[in-house]
C-alpha cells in the first residue's frame, strides 16, 4: 500500500523559507506513470495545487507561486521536497504532498498533511 | 488560469436523500473533471475521474456527469459517512485548479 508522509517544521517566520519533504514509502518514486505534487490548504478555505515533479526532475508549478517555489526530487531516498521562500502569513496552509497520476492528472494517493504556521 | 465554481457552498440533506452538486468551469474542460471528498482533519480522497469514472473502492452511489463546462456529482442515497465537503478538480489546463467546494450536511 502507497504511503506518503509530510515532514519538516510546524512553524516559520515572515520573510524566511519554508521547506518540507515527502517520503514515498510501499512504492517507488521512480516511474514513468506517475508526478508526485504538493497542494496546500489555508484553514478553513479551499485547495490550491502548488506544483508537481517528475522522477526526472522536470516540474510544473503554479505562475502565482513560480518565483517562490522550488520542488526537487531525491530518487535515492524516496523522497521529494518543496521550498516556498518568502513566506507571510498567506503561506499559514495545511500542506499536502500528493500523488498524480501523469496520464490524467489527477492525486489518487495524498499524504495526511502538516499544517506550517507563519508566525513571528 | 481556470476558474471552477462549485454550487451551492452548503447543501442540507436528510440521510438517504439525493445530493446533487454543481461545478461550473470558466472555459471548456472536455470530461478532464475530477471529484473529491474530504472529511474534517483528513486528506482529500479521490472519488471519480474523467467526469463519471469512479475511482476504485467508491460506492455505485457517488455518480459523476457532464462534460465541457456543467458537471454534476450525485450522491444517491446520503449515508452518515457522506457528509462531508466535495471538491471538483480540472485537469484538461495548467494550471490544475480546485473549486472552493461544496459542504454535505445533516438536514
Known amino acids: 500500500q502507497l504511503q506518503l508522509q509530510e515532514s519538516g517544521p510546524g512553524l516559520v517566520k515572515p520573510s524566511e523559507t519554508l521547506s518540507l519533504t515527502c517520503t514515498v514509502s510501499?512504492?517507488?518514486?521512480?516511474?514513468?506513470?506517475?508526478?508526485w505534487g504538493w497542494i496546500r490548504q489555508p484553514p478553513g478555505k479551499g485547495l490550491e495545487w502548488i506544483g508537481n515533479?517528475?522522477?526526472?526532475?522536470?516540474?510544473y508549478d503554479n505562475p502565482s507561486l513560480r518565483s517562490r517555489v522550488t520542488i526537487s526530487v531525491d530518487t535515492s531516498k524516496n523522497q521529494f521536497s518543496l521550498k516556498l521562500t518568502s513566506v507571510t502569513a498567506a503561506d499559514t496552509a495545511v500542506y499536502y504532498c500528493?500523488?498524480?497520476?501523469?496520464?490524467?492528472?489527477?492525486?489518487?494517493?495524498w499524504g495526511q498533511g502538516t499544517l506550517v504556521t507563519v508566525s513571528s | 488560469e481556470m476558474v471552477m465554481t462549485q454550487s451551492p457552498a452548503t447543501l442540507s440533506v436528510s440521510p438517504g436523500e439525493r445530493a446533487t452538486l454543481s461545478c461550473r468551469a470558466s472555459?471548456?474542460?472536455?470530461?478532464?473533471l475530477a471529484w473529491y471528498q474530504q472529511k474534517p482533519g483528513q486528506a482529500p480522497r479521490l472519488l471519480i475521474s474523467?467526469?463519471?469514472i469512479r475511482a476504485t473502492g467508491i460506492p455505485a452511489r457517488f455518480s459523476g456527469s457532464g462534460s465541457g463546462r456543467e458537471f454534476t456529482l450525485t450522491i444517491s442515497s446520503l449515508q452518515s459517512e457522506d457528509f462531508a465537503l466535495y471538491y471538483c478538480?480540472?485537469?484538461?489546463?495548467?494550471?490544475?485548479?480546485f473549486g472552493g467546494g461544496t459542504k454535505v450536511e445533516i438536514k
Open positions: 478538480q480540472q485537469y484538461n489546463n495548467w494550471p490544475l485548479t
Open positions: 472555459q471548456s474542460v472536455s470530461y478532464n
Open positions: 500528493a500523488r498524480l497520476v501523469t496520464t490524467v492528472t489527477i492525486f489518487d494517493y
Open positions: 510501499g512504492g517507488s518514486i521512480s516511474t514513468t506513470s506517475y508526478y
Open positions: 474523467g467526469a463519471s
Open positions: 515533479i517528475y522522477y526526472s526532475g522536470s516540474t
